[in-house]
């Protein structure tokens, strides 16, 4: 038998609705953004392992000399809302959020971020392009420890991942000057966000929790009693930081 061309056949493309495509439709139809091999925040799905890593519930942190780790709650359920990872002179503060399939989160939000910084007194942001897209770049007025003033500066980092999104701010000299983050970023870049599969309402922040034996540093306030870290609330700023929680053991 020989097999030919038939002309008369005509080949149509059909495009299938959102809710039924897989995620790597979704990319080919700029749906959804393109994952990274090589730099994340990534999903669980792609990143399985988790040796060498700190799990946090929603959030995976890759182990890093001399980093440490602060655990932010909510001051009324007393729940971990945030995570901060402190490497050398900078810090960024971690959270994961849920998010609706079809579209992600980051555009949003980083209006709601430049509106809210807008009404803020005397604060300066503007959008620029960074490691991980566009980013928020803030400076909010705040008083230095001797009581001159100064200004709290922070960028406003954010990748959408499928179904969830992950926030970072970004304090100290990598906020300061960006071309020096290196290390705070791959602390970000090396995300692993474990969504699960329980139903989460779009911006819900997804669960936290402390390391499995994690051991609280403790300091001594200046009347010598000593108690569980606690600071007080970063100077103003929209949106405002959660309140410091108990600090983990820095890792080695």
Do not use: C
């Not at 609705?17 to 990319?27: H, N, Q, S, V």
């Not at 579209?103 to 005397?122: K, M, N, Q």
């Not at 699960?196 to 997804?206: A, D």
Request: glycine share 10%; charged share 30%.
């Amino acid at each position: 038998m020989i097999f030919g061309r038939n002309r008369n056949v005509r080949h149509e493309q059909v495009t299938l609705p959102e809710e039924l495509m897989e995620d790597r439709d979704r990319i080919a139809a700029g749906l959804m953004p393109a994952g990274d091999d090589t730099t994340g925040p990534f999903d669980v799905a792609d990143r399985p392992d988790a040796k060498g890593y700190i799990d946090l519930g929603s959030l995976r942190i890759k182990a890093r000399q001399g980093m440490k780790l602060r655990l932010d709650l909510e001051d009324k359920t007393q729940r971990v809302i945030a995570v901060t990872v402190t490497a050398g002179t900078s810090a960024v503060q971690l959270q994961a959020f849920a998010a609706p399939r079809r579209s992600g989160l980051w555009d949003d939000l980083r209006a709601e971020i430049l509106d809210a910084l807008g009404t803020t007194p005397g604060a300066v942001a503007d959008e620029r392009q960074g490691r991980f897209g566009t980013e928020v770049m803030s400076r909010v007025p705040a008083s230095m420890p001797d009581g001159s003033p100064g200004w709290n500066v922070a960028r406003f980092i954010g990748v959408d991942g499928p179904r969830w999104f992950v926030r970072g701010v970004i304090q100290g000299e990598a906020a300061l000057h960006p071309e020096d983050a290196e290390e705070i970023e791959g602390v970000f870049a090396d995300l692993v966000v474990v969504r699960g599969e329980e139903p989460v309402p779009p911006r819900e922040l997804l669960p936290l929790r402390p390391p499995v034996n994690a051991r609280p540093v403790r300091r001594r306030r200046p009347g010598g009693e000593s108690a569980d870290v606690t600071g007080e609330r970063a100077p103003a700023e929209a949106p405002q930081l959660p309140e410091r929680g108990p600090e983990i053991t820095e890792v080695r």
